[in-house]
């Protein structure tokens, strides 16, 4: 049960309430949360209360959303995927081809892990991949076995099409292969396709 209680300060209110260990680790967690500048950005749990309270009304209001907070809408209402803009020029180009070299794969997984593909191993670059194009609604969902210096990695998708899974078999492959010493082998089926990854030393 949430207490609610005058404060001195009019515009405020107290609230009273229990929350589980798992929140107040999370509030925790996001108290030592810091910006660019090594500054802290919530001041208190009030802050990151309200602020999350702000995100819980814009998921459950469309209206209230800011241009930015629409594409969660976009994906999951209209099934829509995001494109770069560099790869969207390469579509139109009439050259599928292009889109293998012409993309910004590399500039997206850096910015998603905060360092550059060369510092990271092969196995963090396929996660990387699984979570950001899972995000842009290209995969529904995406596994990775790994066994040795073997990797298998599942994709699986809804587009209903061999076209789809040769596309991303030869994009994944022709990126991979550039910025790591590998041997892929791929499986293509109608809903998913799967790449065999071999590390070689």
Do not use: Q
């Not at 209360?49 to 819980?56: D, K, M, R, S």
């Not at 995406?142 to 990797?151: F, S, T």
């Not at 030869?170 to 041997?183: A, P, Q, V």
């Amino acid at each position: 049960m949430i207490k609610i209680s005058k404060n001195k300060n009019p515009k405020k209110s107290t609230i009273h309430t229990t929350i589980s260990e798992k929140a107040v680790k999370i509030f925790n967690k996001y108290l030592n949360y810091k910006n660019n500048k090594g500054e802290l950005i919530y001041k208190s749990k009030s802050d990151i209360l309200e602020h999350a309270l702000n995100l819980l009304d814009k998921y459950y209001d469309p209206e209230i959303k800011d241009v930015y907070g629409l594409w969660d809408s976009f994906r999951k209402d209209l099934d829509m995927v995001a494109v770069g803009k560099t790869t969207f020029l390469a579509y139109i180009s009439g050259d599928v081809e292009k889109a293998f070299k012409e993309n910004i794969a590399i500039e997206v997984i850096e910015w998603y892990k905060k360092k550059t593909i060369d510092d990271m191993e092969l196995i963090e670059i396929l996660n990387a991949i699984k979570e950001i194009w899972i995000a842009a609604n290209y995969f529904t969902k995406v596994e990775i076995e790994k066994k040795d210096n073997e990797l298998k990695v599942y994709f699986y998708h809804n587009f209903r099409s061999k076209l789809y899974g040769e596309f991303w078999s030869k994009y994944f492959t022709e990126f991979l292969k550039n910025r790591k010493k590998c041997e892929i082998k791929s499986l293509i089926r109608n809903e998913s396709f799967i790449l065999n990854i071999k590390e070689m030393n």
